[in-house]
């Protein structure tokens, strides 16, 4: 069985890879193939088709993307929507002509309507307008679950879609301005914990609510979906052999999220909230019942999953931190 990890040396990509080494490690007859960006550059059609013809895999998992913050997403809208279109259809075609019956592809929450009701429901897809300021990365993720329903329909594979809620943990892009939320805000209050500062600036109001899932929960999850026979994954999409939300079904505010941080790296001063910075989405929680009722839920807790990454930080030293 040959497992092509596209984005192993990501936050995601990189903890399913330590899982599937885990499954190898205890017997299971699995090759990983692995590239780096460098080695294949998957926006490229001819190069990523000469890949799949030669290595022919068994299953694909596609966890590289173009990946960013609310920031990110506003300043560099052309690569979020012409990158992450261009590796989806690359790899999920070029897999097809390489004959790979399993795929599995993540998405994002943000897929869903800005004003969805709340808890999202995977049927709340397409039902109304997005968040302004992911749109187009959100149009390239919907296009993705769509690329992988169409070639379901019309080839008869078996191609999956995950939309996982904000992420964080090891492996995180500590960028302050590129980044996502938590790990900014772990790298803003350490920095502040360790100079004294008086105060720390988030971005927005602070009252946005985020549903958090540690990356290690994150990878169990989506190869607890790959592992789901045909009949079950089939019977819960309805059908559609579409998505599956992974979340942990809670959520913060933004202030006390950053009040958890405070907390854990020690820092003392006052918050404040620059209302400059864009909000983006009220609110995003995932109703994960549908992955509940298949016997699958989150197991790390927000506090715990905070104090371990900001052991991880800690121990990785700032020079050795992805910052991009
Ligand atoms: N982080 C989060 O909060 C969330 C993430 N997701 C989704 O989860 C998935 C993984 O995200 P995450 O791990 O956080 O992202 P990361 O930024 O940590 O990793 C993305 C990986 O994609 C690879 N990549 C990017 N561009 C290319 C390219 N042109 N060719 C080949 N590889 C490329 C990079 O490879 P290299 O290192 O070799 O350059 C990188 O390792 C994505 O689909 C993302 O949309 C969904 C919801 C929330
Ligand atoms: C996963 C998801 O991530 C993006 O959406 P988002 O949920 O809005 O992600 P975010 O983590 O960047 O922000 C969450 C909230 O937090 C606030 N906030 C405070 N202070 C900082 C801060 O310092 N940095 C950041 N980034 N946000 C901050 C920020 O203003 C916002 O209200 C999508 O574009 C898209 O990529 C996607 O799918």
């Given amino acids: 069985m040959k497992i092509f990890v596209a984005g192993h040396r990501g936050m995601v990509g990189g903890a399913i890879l330590r899982q599937l080494q885990a499954r190898k490690n205890a017997g299971a007859n699995i090759e990983i193939i692995t590239r780096t960006s460098t080695e294949l550059d998957l926006t490229d059609q001819a190069d990523v088709r000469e890949f799949m013809q030669s290595v022919l895999p068994n299953q694909v998992i596609l966890a590289a993307a173009k990946v960013g913050g609310i920031v990110a997403n506003n300043n560099y809208p052309a690569q979020f929507i012409y990158e992450n279109l261009m590796m989806e259809c690359n790899v999920i075609h070029q897999a097809y002509e390489a004959g790979v019956q399993n795929l599995l592809q993540l998405g994002s929450s943000c ?12 049927d709340a897809l397409l039902t109304g307008e997005l968040e302004p300021t992911n749109e187009p990365y959100a149009v390239a993720k919907i296009a993705g679950i769509k690329l992988c329903e169409s070639y379901n329909r019309q080839y008869g594979v078996d191609y999956r879609s995950v939309m996982p809620t904000n992420l964080y943990g090891p492996g995180d892009n500590f960028h302050p301005e590129n980044s996502h939320v938590l790990p900014a805000l772990i790298r803003r209050f350490h920095e502040a914990a360790q100079t004294s500062a008086d105060e720390v600036v988030i971005w927005g109001t602070g009252t946005p609510m985020r549903e958090f899932l540690h990356v290690d929960d994150m990878a169990a999850a989506s190869l607890f979906v790959m592992d789901l ?67 699958w839920t989150y197991s790390t807790e927000l506090e715990e999953g905070i104090r371990g990454t900001y ?6 030293g700032p020079n050795n931190l992805r910052s991009k």
């Fill in 111 to 122: 897929i869903y309507p800005k004003m969805a009701e709340q808890p999202m429901r995977e």
């Fill in 311 to 316: 052991e991880w930080f800690l121990a990785q």
């Fill in 229 to 295: 026979d045909p009949d079950t994954y089939k019977r819960e999409t309805q059908e559609m052999l579409s998505h599956i939300n992974v979340g942990s079904g809670t959520d913060v505010t933004i202030r006390e999220l950053a009040e958890t941080v405070a907390k854990v790296t020690g820092f003392e001063g006052k918050l404040s909230f620059d209302s400059t910075k864009p909000d983006g989405a009220p609110r995003k929680l995932m109703d994960v019942s549908r992955l509940a009722r298949l016997g």
